[in-house]
């Protein structure tokens, strides 16, 4: 049997201050070229798990496996090795330096990875290129559309070429046209290999991904396979 790519077993995340439980003991897993949708009202969890997912968080009890390593219990800097190399990161906000080219911005992971100055740019071109934006290197963000902006954000977190994609609302600020084509562009990822989770509140933008896990109070409501994703 393959192991799954994410397992999360019992997790709980508990707050001190008013001892709010934003997660309440909740389990999943999730394949490898999985994509999934996390879906729920305002707090219901989703966020609090899309930070622990993307190491930015810990649990306070229970499990979290990624690719069969234990992350819940690690420390800093081991934590931040992994949202480094195992985990791309893709924003409502897009999160770009705005003094910066997108070639540039695409590099800065791989700055911070260490990575060699020829390296860099031939990955952070091929990232570009592979969300469409290679005659578009030396443009700065205020020279790109919202959707342009938002693949440079994608090709920042496919540059280190991690298993797993956790998108955190990343149409929010987009209009509907534009919302299809980024979405398109994910399942299009999805397609070659990528693991994705995308954090939204809008339906018809689940619907694109492969399965759902609704949210609500801390705790799973629902967990349902997608029979015909949109746009696929």
């Given amino acids: ?17 008013g001892d709010v439980s934003a997660l309440r ?46 992350v819940g219990k690690l420390l800093p800097n081991a934590l931040a090795r992994i949202r480094n190399s195992k985990i791309g990161f893709v924003f409502q906000g897009f999160n770009l330096l705005a003094r910066t080219t997108a070639l540039e911005n695409v590099e800065l992971p791989m ?16 990232a570009l290129e592979r969300v469409g934006l290679g ?38 600020n987009l209009d509907t046209y534009t919302s299809v084509e980024i979405m398109s562009l994910f399942q299009t990822l999805n397609a070659e290999g990528s693991t994705v989770l995308l954090v939204t509140h809008e339906p018809d933008i689940a619907r694109y991904a492969s399965r ?18 949109k746009g696929a």
């Fill in 212 to 229: 759902i896990i609704s949210l609500r109070d801390g705790l799973i409501q629902s967990d349902q396979p997608v029979g015909d994703p």
């Fill in 135 to 172: 005659d578009r290197l030396k443009h700065y963000p205020n020279q790109l559309s919202g959707g342009q902006q938002q693949r440079v954000a994608i090709a920042r977190a496919l540059v280190m070429r991690p298993p797993v994609i956790l998108a955190d609302e990343p149409t929010g």
């Fill in 1 to 17: 049997m393959v192991e799954p790519l994410i397992q999360v077993e019992a997790l709980w995340k508990v707050y001190p201050a």
């Fill in 111 to 126: 700055l911070y990875g260490g990575r060699s100055g020829r390296e860099r740019t031939q990955r952070a071109k091929e």
């Fill in 25 to 70: 003991g909740i389990s999943f897993s999730v394949v490898q070229r999985g994509f999934i949708a996390l879906v729920g009202p305002s707090g219901s969890g989703k966020s609090t798990l899309m930070h622990l997912l993307g190491c930015l968080d810990q649990p306070t009890q229970g499990s979290y496996r990624l690719e069969g390593v234990e």
